[in-house]
């Protein structure tokens, strides 16, 4: 019997977030439930903020797994990639936007960048990247590489596009998370595009990419997929 296609597995976002408000939810129904057994009324303390952090995590945890690759096609068709584009990725993990991009070139190629933490995703790892990648037929046409984002290790005007979904603001600092954005622009040829994906400092994005010499930057709501909006922010390099 020939062996099962294997699936790619694009992982969960933000995993200790998810596990904490899954444990802490719970917590607070077995105190709610407990309490007055042992003569204490807790219920109206701890029952609703209990179900809060359940409802939530469990919200972020739909996203993660099986929502999010809407919106990464989404954000791909109104790219309209012509096919012969150099693709950067900027913080890649498991590769859903990656692959994504990769499965819509014939002759470009699509490099994706991490430092590969697993606390940022779960099982984040270049062979997993890679894995994923086999499994969506577009294995030739990815490169990966590990680096920080505030220091791309790659030439200027190197990307027609430059792509990162949910991965700036786990740079912990406002002028780290600038830097990286003006990495991006650095990277990209004359007329390129760039477009982010994220859930906080999107404003700051916008400032920066700005501050770089970007036009047509342009910040839009996308959905509250992960239990907090999401923003879209795109620009392009001046020809």
Known sequence: MAAAERSADYGIDAPPVIGGLALGGALAAVVAVVGPRLGVNL???FFWPGLSCLATGA???????????????SLLEDLELKGDEAVLDVGCGRGLLLIGAARALTTGKAV??????????????????????????????ITLETGDMRKLPFADASFDLVLSSLAIHNVPSAEGRAEACREMARVLKPGGRVAVLDIFSTAEYVKAFETAGLEQVERSFENVMFATPTFRVTARKPA
């Not at 991490?114 to 046409?141: H, K, Y």
């Open 59 to 73: 919200w972020m945890y739909i996203g993660t797994r099986y929502r999010k690759g809407s919106m990464r096609d």
């Open 43 to 45: 219920l109206h303390v």
């Open 112 to 141: 994706g960048l991490d430092l590969w933490r697993s606390i940022d995703q779960s099982g984040n790892a270049p062979e997993q990247t890679r894995a994923n990648a086999e499994a969506e037929g577009v294995a030739e046409r």
